[in-house]
């Protein structure tokens, strides 16, 4: 895509990984490349699945390139679509993405990584929201964070700026599995492949009503998938998919999602 960008593509998985030495910073204009990566991969059926990861072994992303912001970057400025690092605001992105955390991950780099749907980490990774300690908020992650372990180990997070390691990230539910940093992406890949595998279209329908009702009381979000409120959903139960599940459970014989 671009130099700090790059991609790659096998087996309907897309790898977006970080280049930005030294540390995998993003600026405004790889904002903007991440945002226009993830719409294709969004609107591309050939693609089933997205890593996300850093080049190199001691960076994942520390989030917001500040030494861009020194020249004249705007915090407030264009981000692309869908927002910082183009997936915690992309409407309709509903693909699994897995972030392969190589190393330090911190600020908008944590909020990055909390956009994905499973977290996978190095040995060495650590973690951080140090926002505070430069008298910004670390918006995103004061959101999310609250909602994904304890509420107080959020806060001293947030309020803060505290280092974590991996194992205590994985201790509190932020990260899914951790790794030898020479195994990462082959298990990133291994994930990957195990999803791909998967019925694209029960994906999106999982995706869109966990994302529509996280604020949302149980009864409402049950009504709206009765009442085939949910696009996706309705889409899964008129599908091709639909018929060849019930078809290869019935033949005793493995499904081939066509993701319609």
Not at 35 to 42: E, I, K, S
Not at 74 to 96: R, S, T
Not at 109 to 126: N, R, T
Not at 210 to 223: A, L, T
């Given at each position: 895509?671009?130099?700090a960008?790059?991609?790659?593509?096998?087996?309907?998985?897309?790898?977006v990984?970080?280049?930005?030495?030294?540390?995998?910073?993003?600026?405004?204009?790889?904002?903007?490349?991440?945002?226009?990566?993830f719409?294709?991969?969004?609107d591309?059926?050939d693609?089933?699945?997205?890593?996300?990861?850093g080049?190199?072994d001691?960076?994942?992303?520390?989030?917001?390139?500040?030494?861009?912001?020194?020249?004249?970057?705007?915090?407030?400025?264009?981000y692309?679509?869908?927002?910082?690092?183009?997936?915690?605001?992309?409407?309709?992105?509903n693909?699994?993405?897995?972030?392969?955390?190589?190393?330090?991950?911190?600020?908008?780099?944590l909020?990055?990584?909390?956009?994905?749907d499973?977290?996978?980490?190095?040995?060495?990774?650590?973690?951080?929201?140090?926002?505070?300690?430069?008298?910004?908020v670390?918006?995103a992650?004061?959101?999310?964070?609250?909602?994904?372990i304890?509420?107080?180990?959020?806060?001293?997070?947030?309020l803060?700026?505290?280092?974590i390691?991996?194992?205590e990230?994985?201790r509190?539910?932020?990260?899914?599995?951790?790794?030898?940093?020479a195994?990462?992406m082959?298990?990133?890949r291994?994930?990957?492949?195990?999803?791909?595998?998967?019925?694209?279209?029960?994906?999106?329908?999982?995706?869109?009503?966990?994302?529509?009702?996280?604020?949302?009381?149980f009864?409402?979000?049950?009504?709206?998938?009765?009442?085939?409120?949910?696009k996706?959903?309705?889409?899964?139960?008129?599908?091709?998919?639909?018929?060849?599940?019930?078809?290869?459970?019935?033949?005793?014989?493995?499904?081939?999602?066509?993701?319609?």
């Amino acid at each position: 895509m671009t130099d700090a960008v790059e991609t790659h593509i096998e087996n309907h998985v897309l790898t977006v990984t970080l280049n930005r030495p030294k540390a995998n910073a993003i600026d405004l204009a790889t904002s903007r490349a991440l945002g226009q990566v993830f719409a294709n991969f969004r609107d591309n059926p050939d693609l089933r699945v997205a890593i996300i990861t850093g080049a190199g072994d001691k960076f994942f992303c520390p989030g917001w390139d500040l030494k861009a912001a020194a020249d004249g970057d705007a915090v407030d400025g264009d981000y692309g679509m869908g927002g910082f690092g183009g997936i915690q605001e992309m409407p309709h992105l509903n693909k699994p993405i897995i972030a392969a955390v190589n190393g330090i991950c911190c600020g908008g780099g944590l909020e990055w990584a909390l956009s994905a749907d499973i977290i996978l980490a190095a040995d060495h990774a650590s973690f951080a929201l140090p926002e505070i300690r430069s008298g910004t908020v670390a918006d995103a992650a004061s959101v999310k964070l609250p909602k994904r372990i304890p509420y107080h180990i959020a806060m001293e997070m947030l309020l803060t700026g505290r280092w974590i390691t991996a194992e205590e990230a994985a201790r509190w539910g932020m990260i899914n599995q951790i790794h030898p940093a020479a195994d990462l992406m082959t298990k990133a890949r291994e994930m990957a492949a195990l999803l791909a595998s998967g019925p694209p279209l029960v994906y999106a329908a999982i995706k869109e009503i966990v994302r529509e009702s996280e604020d949302q009381k149980f009864q409402d979000s049950m009504n709206k998938i009765t009442r085939s409120q949910y696009k996706t959903v309705e889409t899964l139960y008129r599908s091709e998919d639909q018929l060849e599940g019930a078809r290869a459970f019935a033949e005793k014989r493995d499904p081939v999602w066509k993701g319609r």
